[in-house]
């Protein structure tokens, strides 16, 4: 089974701006995309990735929610990708 994921943007840029995180380029950065994939999937015109969920979960959920997926999932990040 697939699951079409889309941004709510509103809530997105509500919890966004509650850490300080006001413009496209600063969200994007605490993401870890690229500010065009972010502008996009602020508009509705993406599809999201599963690295582009996770690290919005990781960045804006609670320290339950942030604990909850580090229990579940095994998150390897750029530099151990790029070591290995």
Do not use: C, P, W
Not at 20 to 44: C, D, M, P, W, Y
Not at 46 to 74: P, Q, T
Not at 75 to 82: L, V, W
Request: hydrophobic share 45%; no cysteine; aromatic share 6%.
């Amino acid at each position: 089974m697939t699951h079409r994921v889309t941004l709510n943007a509103a809530e997105f840029k509500r919890r966004a701006h509650a850490l300080g995180l006001f413009t496209k380029s600063e969200q994007a950065a605490a993401v870890g995309v690229h500010n065009s994939i972010h502008s996009r999937a602020l508009r509705g015109e993406r599809e999201l990735n599963v690295n582009y969920v996770i690290n919005v979960l990781l960045l804006l959920g609670d320290a339950h929610v942030r604990g909850f997926i580090r229990e579940l999932f095994v998150i390897a990040d750029d530099n151990e990708k790029a070591a290995s």
